[in-house]
């Protein structure tokens, strides 16, 4: 039986202020560090997708590169998650996602990307996604994303995974398992021959019945000599055509809205996305490459 949800509730959490934390300098890349092409541009907004074309079907060689660049991001995402306590700020675990990533030769990809000015995304309670590490104190009850990526010899790795700060109420915890179910799932049905679009009927199905909104404006992509690639990977139901091939890697990242009604605004930095009802978030991600039998989950975490 679907579930009804109040949406008309108290904020769960204190709701943040634009501002009032500061965002520090991004920490340098050492010269040894292979750079992406955006890197040029050191911050202007340099539009820094690709989704023109058709989807790319990948060499044998070049996925072994996705490869290594997802365990990277997998790692570097377990490490942030590991490091996250009340009274860390996320400004801290941009310095561990940074400090792992350069360690094993790769790159941030968020540093400079369309912009983007720290080694991390991190979204904190109603920000959906893009939140720009800051100063501000994690706080008892906090719920955050962190998006990973990482660049290394030409390819893209792409995942992130929520964490719970102290005692997150059950609410949150339920929503967040409900993403994490809603992914695996997706992964589960992805499989040579299989139409993108039915990822999308899954996710939507899955959350209408749990009486969550699937978040539009956002959605998953083609991934591999770019950061954003054909095809859209869509979580809602659409009409995108493309079939799966052996040799595809893409990502599948739902944002689910405790508030099915949300409403999205940006803040003046460009980049933050948040509730304007203030309402609860989940997103996970995993990069996917499809095989001759089904799929393998290149992020892997064992979770």
Same mark, same amino acid.
């Given at each position: 039986?679907?579930?009804?949800?109040?949406?008309?509730?108290?904020?769960?959490?204190?709701?943040?202020?634009?501002?009032?934390?500061?965002?520090?300098?991004?920490?340098?890349?050492?010269?040894?560090?292979?750079?992406?092409?955006?890197?040029?541009?050191?911050?202007?907004?340099?539009?820094?997708?690709?989704?023109?074309?058709?989807?790319?079907?990948?060499?044998?060689?070049?996925?072994?590169?996705?490869?290594?660049?997802?365990?990277?991001?997998?790692?570097?995402?377990?490490?942030?998650?590991?490091?996250?306590?009340?009274?860390?700020?996320?400004?801290?675990?941009?310095?561990?996602?940074?400090?792992?990533?350069?360690?094993?030769?790769?790159?941030?990809?968020?540093?400079?990307?369309?912009?983007?000015?720290?080694?991390?995304?991190?979204?904190?309670?109603?920000?959906?996604?893009?939140?720009?590490?800051?100063?501000?104190?994690?706080?008892?009850?906090?719920?955050?994303?962190?998006?990973?990526?990482?660049?290394?010899?030409?390819?893209?790795?792409?995942?992130?995974? !929520?964490?719970?700060?102290?005692?997150?109420?059950?609410?949150?915890?339920?929503?967040?398992?409900?993403?994490?179910?809603?992914?695996?799932?997706?992964?589960?049905?992805?499989?040579?021959?299989?139409?993108?679009?039915?990822?999308?009927?899954?996710?939507?199905?899955?959350?209408?019945?749990?009486?969550?909104?699937?978040?539009?404006?956002?959605?998953?992509?083609?991934?591999?000599?770019?950061?954003?690639?054909?095809?859209?990977?869509?979580?809602?139901?659409?009409?995108?055509?493309?079939?799966?091939?052996?040799? !595809?890697?893409?990502?599948?990242?739902?944002?689910?809205?405790?508030?099915?009604?949300?409403?999205?605004?940006?803040?003046?930095?460009?980049?933050?996305?948040?509730? !304007?009802?203030?309402?609860?978030?989940?997103?996970?991600?995993?990069?996917?490459?499809?095989?001759?039998?089904?799929?393998?989950?290149?992020?892997?975490?064992?979770?």
């Amino acid at each position: 039986m679907k579930r009804v949800r109040n949406v008309l509730r108290k904020p769960y959490t204190e709701p943040l202020v634009e501002g009032r934390y500061p965002v520090l300098p991004h920490k340098p890349i050492p010269d040894h560090i292979e750079k992406p092409y955006y890197y040029q541009f050191k911050g202007k907004t340099h539009f820094s997708s690709a989704f023109k074309g058709e989807p790319s079907v990948h060499s044998a060689e070049f996925i072994e590169k996705m490869r290594k660049a997802c365990k990277i991001a997998a790692e570097a995402l377990q490490a942030a998650l590991d490091a996250v306590e009340v009274g860390k700020s996320t400004e801290d675990i941009d310095t561990v996602v940074h400090n792992y990533i350069i360690e094993q030769g790769a790159y941030p990809t968020p540093v400079y990307f369309m912009g983007f000015p720290k080694s991390v995304c991190a979204s904190v309670n109603e920000v959906l996604c893009h939140g720009i590490p800051d100063t501000r104190p994690l706080k008892d009850g906090d719920y955050v994303n962190f998006d990973v990526t990482c660049y290394l010899d030409g390819a893209y790795g792409d995942t992130s995974d !929520m964490a719970l700060v102290g005692n997150t109420r059950p609410e949150i915890k339920d929503l967040v398992e409900t993403t994490r179910r809603a992914v695996h799932e997706a992964i589960g049905i992805c499989k040579p021959g299989v139409k993108f679009k039915e990822i999308g009927d899954l996710i939507s199905e899955l959350a209408s019945n749990e009486g969550y909104g699937v978040c539009e404006e956002f959605s998953g992509h083609g991934i591999g000599h770019h950061l954003h690639m054909p095809p859209p990977v869509m979580h809602k139901k659409n009409e995108v055509e493309v079939v799966m091939e052996p040799g !595809m890697t893409f990502t599948i990242e739902p944002i689910l809205m405790m508030n099915p009604n949300y409403r999205l605004a940006q803040w003046s930095d460009g980049w933050t996305v948040v509730d !304007m009802f203030l309402g609860p978030s989940a997103q996970y991600e995993h990069t996917v490459l499809i095989t001759e039998s089904g799929a393998e989950v290149l992020t892997s975490r064992n979770k």
